[in-house]
């Protein structure tokens, strides 16, 4: 059964420092979606992708973060300068539909500790 | 008001009972109803999918969706210890490439 898949696991990093999450959308799927889940709290959705740009994205995601198609089948989440608050897990997720048929399905994550 | 509420449990139900799961929602998340189990250090599952006043039934789980009340719900029938998990409501606008909204979660313990 396709599956999203996400890399690195577990990634550890000092304050300041820019990282990239990398994640691998079901391969017929056209929408995708970050979200992030602080320790204990809810699941919080940080920005939705279509068409190669940005279709929807929070008040979460600030200019410290971007997000790149750069080939047929990454979809990547880039950290600029991080905060000690930008620990957490972070989910893609990916969706065959957009509307009501939007069914998102996720990734196994990654932890993001920072420093 | 919330967008996406949930009580957070724990719920108890005795093996082999119905565990009744519930979320209230606010006008802006309205559309489209999901419910994912989330076991504890992993991601979001997605169990079920409703779009549409009325019950939704896949196996041993029904949901159900009543827009005048802002009400939906997860019924699992039979329950197994295997179903002790958190459970996410989520909703959205419904509009294109639409962020889920979630809930809390409601954690479900089912005891043997």
């Known amino acids: 059964e396709p599956e999203v898949t996400q890399t690195p696991s577990h990634q550890v990093t000092q304050m300041g420092q820019e990282v990239i999450l990398r994640c691998v959308p079901i391969s017929n799927h056209l929408y995708f979606y970050w979200y992030r889940q602080i320790l204990g709290q809810k699941v919080e959705f940080l920005v939705s992708?279509?068409?190669?740009?940005?279709?929807?994205k929070s008040e979460i995601f600030d200019d410290q973060f971007s997000v790149e198609r750069p080939d047929g089948s990454n979809f990547t989440l880039k950290i600029r300068s991080t905060k000690l608050e930008d620990s957490a897990m972070y989910f893609c997720a990916s969706s065959e539909m957009g509307g009501e048929g939007n069914e998102q399905f996720f990734g196994p994550g990654t932890r993001l500790t920072v420093l | 008001q919330k967008e996406v509420e949930q009580n957070s449990g724990p719920l108890s139900v005795p093996e082999g009972a119905i565990a009744s799961l519930n979320c209230t929602y606010s006008d802006r998340v309205s559309q489209s109803f999901f419910w994912y189990r989330q076991y504890s250090g992993k991601s979001p599952e997605l169990i079920m999918s409703?779009?549409?006043?009325g019950d939704k039934e896949d196996g041993r789980f029904t949901a159900q969706l009543n827009k005048a009340s802002q009400y939906v719900s997860l019924l699992i029938r039979d329950s197994q210890p295997s179903d002790s998990a958190t459970y996410l409501c989520?909703?959205?606008?419904?509009?294109?490439?639409?962020?889920?909204?979630f809930g809390k979660g409601t954690h479900l313990i089912i005891q043997p």
């Open positions: 989520a909703g959205t606008t419904g509009g294109g490439a639409d962020g889920l909204t």
């Open positions: 992708f279509y068409n190669n740009e940005i279709s929807e």
């Open positions: 409703i779009y549409s006043n």
